[in-house]
């Protein structure tokens, strides 16, 4: 699977757009790209999931280039609740999801 | 459905006991995972299974031991607990191998501390 490289942190205001950034310039063609979270040591949370198109449903967008090397989740209108870390993954047919250390958003009221 | 759980939430064990933490899932998925979490740190995959009867290793089996004679319980056995182990496990199923049967769905978490 391809690594993932996000930054360790982000702020964000409360009500604003969370745009949430992630590198995997070695990503192969059949390689999905998966957005979890992890809110307070709970388990994670899966958000969203894509493999060339955007995508978006009830929690969040995803947003990936057209040379697939990069991504945004994109949380519309962040809320104090959406304070967690942010997981990007690239996996393919492997049996593991391979998780790094995350991005850490922190909504400020 | 109530998804993944996980027994104990919580447990202190002494260096060299042994102990079972317990995952079950009612879901009818046929993949099952323990991962380990250190403070700080991302998700490391120590078993997983691909079916009632089929085990293997992940990133980091050492110490830990599985068995699933069910679809629906994947427990983690710990023979000889050490310090080392001290770290909040987690248990995750997923249905199978097609796009979004691929998303893994995570249990609450085990908090194990080994003095």
């Known amino acids: 699977d391809a690594k993932t490289t996000q930054p360790p942190s982000m702020d964000c205001a409360e009500g604003r757009a969370a745009n949430l950034p992630c590198n995997h310039s070695?990503?192969?063609?059949?390689?999905?790209v998966y957005w979890y979270r992890q809110i307070h040591s709970q388990g994670p949370q899966y958000i969203i999931h894509?493999?060339?198109n955007n995508e978006t449903n009830e929690m969040a967008s995803l947003i990936i280039t057209e040379d697939r090397k990069s991504s945004t989740l994109i949380l519309p209108h962040a809320t104090l609740r959406d304070t967690a870390v942010y997981y990007c993954?690239?996996?393919?047919?492997?049996?593991?999801?391979?998780f790094g250390a995350g991005t850490r958003l922190t909504v400020k009221p | 459905n109530a998804g993944v759980t996980q027994t104990p939430k919580f447990r202190i064990l002494k260096i060299g006991q042994s102990m079972t933490l317990q995952c079950t899932q009612d879901?009818?998925?046929?993949?099952m995972y323990w991962y380990r979490q250190d403070p700080g740190m991302g998700l490391k995959l120590i078993y997983y299974?691909?079916?009632?009867?089929?085990?293997d290793k992940g990133e980091v089996p050492n110490g830990y031991n599985v068995s699933r004679s069910t679809t629906e319980d994947f427990p983690l056995r710990l023979e000889l607990a050490a310090p080392s182990q001290t770290s909040v496990y987690f248990c995750?199923?997923?249905?199978?191998?097609?796009?979004?049967?691929?998303?893994?769905?995570f249990g609450p978490g085990t908090r194990l501390l080994v003095l």
């Open positions: 995750a199923s997923r249905p199978g191998l097609a796009g979004a049967e691929k998303t893994q769905y």
């Open positions: 070695t990503i192969s063609g059949n390689e999905y």
């Open positions: 894509g493999l060339k």
């Open positions: 993954i690239v996996r393919g047919n492997n049996n593991d999801m391979r």
């Open positions: 879901m009818n998925h046929n993949y």
């Open positions: 299974s691909v079916g009632a009867g089929i085990t």
